[in-house]
């Protein structure tokens, strides 16, 4: 599968809430795991949050968890549903995907979409 594609990025307020969508060239083969990361200036990409797609289960990093959400979007899409935005969420977040049953590492990505912005202020 080709390029992915964010969308939904944006700048808000603290305790806002933003939709991230990453949406595959194709249909996502039931094999995959998408994935989201973010970076924030001047730090490494850091794992968010993961979906095994052929069998619908999640999982995230500690400091987002039960704030954020991942979930299919149709055949072709992720979603990432974003609550309670903070300033430390601030970062460039990108979808990506891969085969490994819990990607985190970036090592593991096959493929990268663009990335999208996403600024909290305070």
């Known amino acids: 599968q080709g390029t992915l594609v964010e969308s939904g990025g944006g700048s808000v307020q603290a305790g806002d809430s933003l939709r991230l969508t990453c949406t595959a060239p194709g249909r996502i083969y039931s094999s995959s795991t998408m994935v989201w990361f973010r970076q924030a200036p001047g730090k490494e990409r850091q794992f968010v949050a993961g979906?095994?797609?052929?069998?619908?289960?999640t999982y995230y990093a500690d400091d987002v968890k039960g704030r954020f959400t991942i979930s299919r979007d149709g055949a072709s899409a992720v979603a990432l549903q974003m609550n309670n935005l903070t300033p430390e969420d601030t970062a460039v977040y990108y979808c990506?995907?891969?085969?490994?049953?819990?990607?985190?590492?970036?090592?593991?990505?096959?493929?990268w979409g663009q990335g999208t912005q996403v600024t909290v202020s305070s």
């Open positions: 979906l095994r797609w052929g069998y619908q289960t």
């Open positions: 990506a995907r891969g085969t490994v049953r819990t990607l985190t590492r970036t090592e593991d990505v096959i493929s």
